[in-house]
Each structure stands twice: as C-alpha cells, then as structure tokens.
C-alpha cells in the first residue's frame, strides 16, 4: 500500500511538520492585500479610492518582488539555509499582486477591455509593467515541483533568471510613473544595482568563499552611484545644476537623500552578516 501523502498545505514542511517560518510569513504575506480592502471598503482611501489602491497594491507588488530578489544573499550571507523555504511563497506573492494591481487597474477603467489593452499597447510605462507582469505569470507557472521536475534543474534555473529582467522593469514602471517624486524609486534602483552586483561577485567567485568586506564596499558604491544616479535625473529631465543637487544629495541638510538610504541598508545587511559569520567570509555553496 501507498504511505499516505500529508496534504499539501504552504505552512507544512515536505514531511508534513508544521513550519512556524512558513505560517509566519504566509499570514504576513496577505496583511498588505487586508489593509488595502480593509480601507476601501471603510471608505479610507481618500477621494479615489480605487487608484490609491492600484498604487498600494503596485507598491507591495514591487516590495515583494524585491525581497524575493533578496533571499539569495540573505540566505548565504546571513548562513540562514532555510529561508530557501519561503522564496517561492514571496515570489508567489509578488505575482498575486501584480494580478490584483492588473484587476484593480481594469477596474478602474470600467472594465473596458479594449481601453485597457490600447492603454497598454500606447503608453510605455504601462507596457513595460505588462512585460513585467508576463514574466512573473511564466515564473509563478512554473513554481510548481511538478514543473521543476518537467524542466529539469538546469532549464528551470535558466527560466528563473528572467527575475533579474523582471526587476529591471518593475524598476522602470515605478520611476516613470513617479514622474517628480522618485525618492522612493531612487532607491529600489539603487538596491536592484546592490543586489545585481553582488551576483556578479557570487558568479565569479571560483572558490565559493566571498570576503564580508566585499559587501561594504558593494553597499558604498551602491550609495554613491544612487547619488550620481539622482544628480544625472534631475539635470537631465529638470535642467537643474549637477553639482549642486549632488552637494545636497551628500550633505544630510535637505534630508535622508535615496543614496544614504541606500548605503544604511547596505551596511546593515553587511553588519548582520558579520554577527552571523564568525570566519568573516560568506560561503556561497552548503559545506
Ligand atoms: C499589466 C501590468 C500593469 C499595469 C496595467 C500597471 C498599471 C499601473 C498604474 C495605472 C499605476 C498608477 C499610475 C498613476 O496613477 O499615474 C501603477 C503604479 C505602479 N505600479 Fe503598475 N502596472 C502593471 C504592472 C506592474 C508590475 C508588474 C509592478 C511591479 C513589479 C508594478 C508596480 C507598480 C508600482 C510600484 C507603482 C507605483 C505605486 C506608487 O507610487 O504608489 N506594476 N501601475
């Protein structure tokens, strides 16, 4: 006789053990999604409801996309092998999301689907979410063990790089649709070039051993690059002088600038790194 398979439910481990990780994260994963109806149908959302709530929604679809993208790092960084068991819930997530910021945006536009789809095609911002959103559908579909299985590791690990596209887009989307206030953008750019490089440090990594002072030196050119970055935005797109947007982005006088922000999570992360890793280097590969 066949052993009884446990029934598969996201808060079980494959034995069928009860994961407090996996519950936590899964309850936490719907809060953003309740607050969001909850104000809706309190009326809570100021006088257009339902483009604030496109926003919140796109805000959390970003947000989870991102923390998906940071699960690698903090896996090998933080030496914390199981938090491999909740990626595929954040990256889930980040698509349901993306789906429900699509659904809320038809909705907005009275659910005429051809407005939608002329929308889409005529403004870029929107076409690149689209682009975005298409690659989430590819990844969440092939999420299953069933299709990892189909695929093979090698194949499916392939597909699964189209994150790194994903974010770029997503990226995009939110800066343009930002127009002036690309504060918070700024610095979802800025970590997306911390979380790449430090990819490409994982990559070409022959020994599979990275040294923790690697990461700070990431995080400072991560920060400083978000300033440059932001110096060149408004010279570019508002004629103002590049040097002194770039004296106000490094002083703290006008503020916590995006690249500041972007240097403190950085160093941050590199902090807890060190509390975890007695040897001081991060191993990229289980021993
Ligand atoms: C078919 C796909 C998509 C459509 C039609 C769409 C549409 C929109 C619209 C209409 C807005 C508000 C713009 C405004 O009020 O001026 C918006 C904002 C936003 N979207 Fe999307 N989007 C799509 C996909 C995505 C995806 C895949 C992501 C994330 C990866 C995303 C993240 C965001 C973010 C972060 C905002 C800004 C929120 C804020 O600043 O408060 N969107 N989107």
Do not use: C
């Amino acid at each position: 006789m066949q052993p009884m398979q446990p029934p598969f439910l996201p808060w079980r481990e494959r034995n069928g053990k009860l994961s407090p990780l996996k519950l936590v994260v899964f309850v936490a994963l719907f809060l953003p999604a309740a607050w969001t109806a909850g104000s809706f149908l309190l009326d809570a959302l100021g006088p257009r409801p339902l483009n604030e709530a496109i926003h919140q929604i796109g805000l959390w679809t970003i947000r989870f996309l991102f923390i998906s993208l940071a699960m690698t790092p903090a896996r090998q960084a933080l030496q914390w092998p199981r938090l491999v068991l909740v990626r595929r819930m954040v990256g889930v997530a980040a698509f349901s999301y993306g789906v429900i910021h699509l659904a809320l945006y038809i909705g907005d536009q009275s659910f005429n689907l051809w407005t939608v789809a002329s929308e889409i095609a005529l403004r870029f911002y929107l076409t690149i979410g689209f682009i975005a959103l298409l690659g989430l559908t590819a990844l969440a579909t092939t999420s299953t063990d069933a299709m990892i299985r189909r695929l093979g590791g090698r194949r499916w690990r392939r597909l699964h790089q189209l994150v790194y596209g994903i974010g770029l887009l997503g990226t995009v989307h939110y800066f343009i649709q930002s127009k002036l206030n690309v504060w918070e953008p700024m610095i979802v750019a800025g970590l997306y070039g911390w979380l790449m490089a430090y990819r490409v440090v994982a990559w070409r990594t022959a020994s599979g051993r990275v040294p923790l002072w690697v990461l700070a030196v990431l995080s400072v050119a991560a920060g400083a690059t978000t300033a440059l970055g932001e110096t060149l935005y408004f010279w570019l797109w508002m004629g103002a002088p590049p040097v002194l947007v770039l004296a106000a982005n490094l002083s703290l006088e006008t503020g916590v600038r995006p690249g500041w922000v972007v240097l403190a999570i950085g160093l941050a992360f590199t902090a807890a790194a060190v509390v975890r890793a007695p040897s001081k280097t991060i191993r990229l590969r289980p021993a």
